[in-house]
């Protein structure tokens, strides 16, 4: 099978549970998201609703399509100055 990186920062990570977990890759952004708000519960989907998201670096939105063996960064809105 082949899978993606999912590592998760700040408000994402502590929602999860986990710092990184790996899932089914070749589909979009938003059909991993919806699994992964399934498995996390409403708690992390109410974070993941407003976290931006970077496929190896990258921005990406929901349609984009992430690939087999990218690295999928879930960030939360940071604040600080």
Known sequence: MSEALVRYFAAARATAGTNEEHVKANRQLGDILAELGHRHGPDFQQVAARCSYLVDS??????DLVPAGATVDVLPP????
């Open 58 to 63: 990258h921005r990406f939105d929901a349609q």
């Open 78 to 81: 940071f604040a600080g100055g």
